[in-house]
């Protein structure tokens, strides 16, 4: 069992749509948690980042912790063709320095 | 400013060639990491340096020798490579919380 799943998709969703992305993992010592989205040929843009449960809000894009069944979310609302890319959970336990386990990336395509 | 630079943008290398890769960020974070990624698959850790010491190093094979000057800059040298190392090198700087990439570079070996 990996360590981080992540559906690989692809998600296909109309202009508009709200997007629910997700990743589960095993390790409950993980504390910090990141989503990232990454275009084609392109470096990992950090959307959001939080520390142990809850929920944290940046326009159109929410992500949500819930450690007790140790699942991450990332809601898109609104989405738009400019969205589709690949979205990546990334989640780690250290301080000072992380070493991030990724999942596998889900690939998002928005239609207009 | 939330900005890792990056060069070059692409790269061609022959197999015996000698090359080396920049980073740079200006964050003021004192951790800084070398990630390789292939196609379609997550970015994977090769190096971590932390406050410019060397701090992680993922059994990497020696043609790749991490560099850290200063806490902003970070370098790869890069020797000998074979094919399969052909992939794109992402640079990334660190936070308590988080980790910022830059725009990479596309490395080719022929």
């Known amino acids: 069992q990996k360590e981080v799943e992540q559906d690989p998709g692809p998600l296909s969703v109309p202009e508009g749509a709200i997007v629910s992305l997700n990743c589960t993992y095993s390790?409950?010592?993980?504390?910090?948690f990141m989503w990232y989205r990454q275009y084609s040929r392109k470096g990992p843009e950090l959307l959001m980042y939080?520390?142990?449960?809850g929920n944290k809000e940046d326009g159109r894009f929410t992500a949500q912790v819930d450690k007790s069944s140790k699942y991450i979310s990332l809601f898109i609302r609104d989405s738009q063709p400019s969205d589709s890319a690949t979205y990546l959970c990334?989640?780690?336990?250290?301080?000072?320095?992380?070493?991030?386990?990724f999942g596998t990336g889900t690939r998002l395509l928005v239609s207009p | 400013d939330t900005e890792v630079t990056q060069t070059p943008k692409h790269l061609v290398m022959g197999m015996t060639n000698k090359k080396s890769l920049k980073c740079e960020q200006h964050?003021?974070?004192?951790?800084m990491y070398w990630y390789k990624q292939k196609a379609k698959k997550p970015p994977e850790l090769m190096f971590v340096?932390?406050?410019?010491?060397?701090?992680i190093n993922e059994s990497v094979p020696s043609r790749f020798s991490p560099e850290c000057p200063n806490s902003s800059l970070l370098n790869l040298h890069l020797h000998a490579l074979q094919p399969e190392d052909s992939a794109l090198y992402l640079c990334?700087?660190?936070?308590?919380?988080?980790?910022?990439f830059g725009p990479g570079t596309r490395l080719t070996v022929t």
């Open positions: 990334a700087s660190g936070g308590v919380y988080e980790q910022y």
């Open positions: 390790n409950s010592a993980f504390q910090y």
């Open positions: 939080t520390y142990s449960s």
């Open positions: 990334a989640m780690s336990q250290n301080t000072g320095f992380q070493k991030l386990v």
């Open positions: 964050m003021g974070h004192r951790a």
């Open positions: 340096y932390s406050y410019e010491k060397l701090s």
